[in-house]
């Protein structure tokens, strides 16, 4: 797909990944709606982009946050093409550690925001582009997630295998 003029919508826009994301898409051209719940940085990088940058505040795990956040694209752009998942959260707790077992709260956490919150905007955005004219290329949009490699190999896991490599060694 074509970048220059086409609307994106970046979740987790207002820092990290999603911010560097949101900065290529605007210097290619591309018109960006930066959703986050980050209001300071976020409306402060859509001012710094001008007038074809907003931001929207929004938890990515909310479908009325979300809903909004799109209805702002066409509201102001007139359309969406393009949606991308950089919000998220990390969280390293050990399962059992001096306190106690890992606290389920921030297991929960982590599972709303990375994984519902990631299908929540999929879901809604196709719905949204659904709707689109299919470009040259047959598209009506794209979408985009992103994931860590903390999803294979868990941030704490050289800590276990140390022991196992001095055994194996012995
Ligand atoms: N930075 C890396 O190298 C890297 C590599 C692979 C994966 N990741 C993963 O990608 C995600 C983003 O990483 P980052 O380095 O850009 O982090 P970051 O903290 O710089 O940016 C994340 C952004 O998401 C926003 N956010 C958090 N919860 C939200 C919610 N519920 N709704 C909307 N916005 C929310 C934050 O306000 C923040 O602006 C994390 O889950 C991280 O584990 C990061």
């Known amino acids: 797909m074509e970048v220059s003029g086409i609307v994106a919508l970046v979740s987790g826009g207002?820092?990290?990944l999603g911010e560097a994301t949101v900065r290529r898409l605007a210097?290619?051209?591309a018109k960006v709606i930066i959703m986050d719940l980050?209001?300071?940085r976020g409306q402060s990088l859509a001012e710094e982009l001008g007038p074809h940058a907003h931001f929207a505040k929004a938890d990515v795990s909310s479908e009325e946050d979300v809903q909004n956040a799109i209805h702002l694209a066409f509201n102001t752009f007139g359309e969406l093409h393009?949606?991308?998942n950089c919000a998220g959260i990390g969280s390293a707790i050990k399962t059992i550690g001096k306190e106690g077992p890992h606290p389920l709260s921030a297991f929960k956490k982590v599972i709303e925001v990375n994984l519902v919150g990631t299908f929540n905007l999929i879901r809604l955005a196709a719905h949204a582009m659904e709707r689109n004219e299919p470009n040259?290329?047959?598209e009506r949009g794209v979408i985009i997630n992103t994931a860590?490699?903390?999803a294979?190999?868990?941030k704490s896991a050289r800590r276990h295998t140390l022991p196992l490599k001095a055994v194996w060694w012995a």
């Open 152 to 154: 294979l190999m868990g």
């Open 148 to 150: 860590s490699v903390a």
């Open 27 to 29: 210097g290619h051209g």
């Open 136 to 138: 040259a290329e047959g």
């Open 82 to 84: 393009v949606a991308i």
């Open 14 to 16: 207002a820092s990290g």
């Open 38 to 40: 980050n209001e300071a």
